[in-house]
Structure formats: structure tokens, C-alpha cells
């Protein structure tokens, strides 16, 4: 981890210096930047907001980001480009945080999926995404990152074939 942070730094401080010598912006600019968005998404701590429990931390911090970004939907910002599962994974943390949609039953609409198989072809992409859907969601009521999950299991995959 040490390794991979220090890559990560040189990353910053290599960018900052281009900036600098463009006179765009230097290293100080990166750390003003990252204590001013600290500061104002934590009032707080630095100021005179109110938040007793992380969940109210978590959604201050949502709620002074969308308005800092100008998102006025509760989608905005997710990039469409995200694996499939992390992608179902980030609306649906999103919707729910929202109070726009609950988990439910996740597992009974698993099965439920499960014993629905359609038989036309067409119906089938839409129904092993609606699977996914809920396999997605069965992971998020049980603490699970979906994607890391599938990625172990691939990983699991490749290594009993030999690959």
C-alpha cells in the first residue's frame, strides 16, 4: 500500500509541477484546495453545523457536494461508464440515500427472478439484468461490494483453470 500511495503522490506532484510551470496552478494550490473542500463539507467540525451520527455526516457531505457541482438529479455525477455491477451498486446507494427507493426483500426477489426464467429470447437480456439487479442488491443488504465479489471470483475462475 505504501508503494501504491507513493505513486499516487508522485502523480500529484508531477501534475502540479506542469501546472506550475504553465502558471495554472502549483502544489500549494492542490493543498489549499483539498483543506478549503474539507473544511466547507464539514461544518461540523470546522464550523457550526450539526451531525451526530455518520449517516448525517455522509449525507451533509452529499447534499454541499451536489450543490458545489450544480447536480440537481440524484444521478448526476455517475459515470455511465462503470463496470455493470459497481454501476448498480452507485444508483442504488444513490436512490436509497435519496429516499427514493428501499432494498426490500432482496433475496425473495432473487429467487422470484430465478423461478421466472422467460422462455422468449428477446425477454432474457432484460430479465439476467434485472437478476443482476437484485443479486446486486441481495450483496448491498449484506455489507458485499458486488464487483470486488465477481472479480474474486474470477480471479478464483482463472487460477482453477490454470489461466
Do not use: C, Y
Amino acid at each position: 500500500v505504501a508503494e501504491e500511495l507513493g505513486d499516487v503522490l508522485l502523480q500529484v506532484l508531477f501534475h502540479a509541477r506542469v501546472a506550475d510551470e504553465r502558471r495554472a496552478f502549483g502544489i500549494d494550490d492542490v493543498a489549499r484546495g483539498i483543506v478549503d473542500k474539507l473544511v466547507h463539507r464539514h461544518p461540523h467540525v470546522f464550523g457550526d453545523g450539526d451531525a451526530a451520527t455518520a449517516d448525517e455526516v455522509q449525507a451533509n457531505w452529499d447534499e454541499l457536494k451536489s450543490v458545489e457541482k450544480g447536480r440537481t438529479g440524484v444521478f448526476d455525477g455517475v459515470p455511465e461508464a462503470m463496470p455493470g455491477l459497481a454501476l448498480l451498486a452507485k444508483l442504488q446507494h444513490k436512490a436509497s440515500a435519496a429516499g427514493l427507493w428501499e432494498a426490500g426483500d432482496a433475496s425473495g426477489r432473487v429467487r422470484e427472478l430465478l423461478e421466472s426464467l422467460p422462455s422468449e429470447r428477446d425477454a432474457l437480456d432484460e430479465h439476467f439484468g434485472e437478476l443482476l439487479a437484485a443479486v446486486v442488491m441481495l450483496a448491498r443488504t449484506h455489507d458485499v461490494d458486488a464487483e470486488a465479489a465477481a472479480r474474486a471470483a474470477a480471479r478464483r475462475f482463472r487460477a482453477s483453470i490454470g489461466g
